[in-house]
């Protein structure tokens, strides 16, 4: 079984629609990222949570937001989605003490707004 | 502005001979690299890393290879096999006890048989 899991995979939703992309893992890890990714783009961050009762924005925020349900689930909500925000969305894990601060990422969510 | 920078989007390599994928960036406080790769499909997989302290890294194939004071880093695949076909993603952390990842746009790569 994947260590992180994103659902759905795949979305299609119209402008002005609340959608919310979910994200689990397994791999016991405290610290979780929500990333999008745009054609010819890296990923940039758009928040992040080191622990339950810990939430951060990122360097694209606007138009997000999270919540972290338990160490294992984050997730992630457009109010209201915008045809700008159809990409591919990325959630990632990692460990404080973890070796060198890599993270883990999930499948991926491809978003897209009508 | 790019903090990071891949300036090459794509890359061909023959089967057999080295891939160098290449990676600069412009704040001399970045600490730590490293390289991702990515599948059609996929979320990205950690490859490779190196700190600062360091100026080369290697893990079987794959070297990676640290200037600091041109602040450029390389990725060095031999022999380059038609499974490394991806996209190779170069991150920077930012300093001790950094959460953000930057990320590089990417640079595809070809193999070919």
């Known amino acids: 079984d994947a260590d992180v899991t994103q659902t759905p995979r795949n979305r299609i939703t119209k402008t002005g629609k609340r959608i919310m992309l979910e994200c689990s893992q397994t791999?016991?890890?405290?610290?979780m990222y929500w990333y999008r990714q745009d054609p010819g783009l890296g990923l940039r961050l758009i928040y992040y949570?080191?622990?339950?009762?810990?939430?951060n924005k990122g360097e694209i925020s606007d138009g997000y937001s999270v919540s972290r349900q338990a160490q294992a689930k984050f997730s992630l909500s457009l109010e209201s989605a915008i045809p700008n925000q159809t990409a591919l969305y990325f959630c990632?894990?990692?460990?404080?003490?973890?070796?060198?601060?890599?993270?883990?990422f999930g499948p991926g969510t491809r978003l897209t707004v009508l | 502005d790019q903090q990071v920078k891949q300036n090459s989007p794509s890359l061909s390599v023959q089967e057999g001979r080295i891939s160098i994928l290449n990676c600069d960036y412009t704040?001399?406080?970045?600490?730590?690299f490293l390289w991702y790769k990515k599948y059609p499909a996929e979320g990205p997989t950690f490859l490779i890393s190196?700190?600062?302290?360091?100026d080369k890294n290697e893990d079987g194939r794959f070297t990676v290879f640290l200037n600091k004071s041109a602040k450029h880093l390389s990725l060095h695949i031999v022999p380059s096999q038609p499974g490394d076909s991806a996209v190779y993603f170069c991150?920077?952390?930012?300093?001790?006890?950094?959460?953000?990842?930057?990320f590089g746009k990417g640079t595809k790569l070809s193999v070919i048989p």
């Open positions: 704040n001399s406080m970045f600490d730590y």
């Open positions: 791999k016991g890890h405290d610290r």
């Open positions: 190196i700190s600062s302290i360091k």
């Open positions: 990632a894990t990692s460990e404080p003490s973890g070796n060198l601060n890599e993270q883990f």
């Open positions: 949570s080191f622990d339950v009762k810990d939430i």
């Open positions: 991150a920077v952390y930012s300093g001790a006890g950094s959460y953000q990842l930057t």
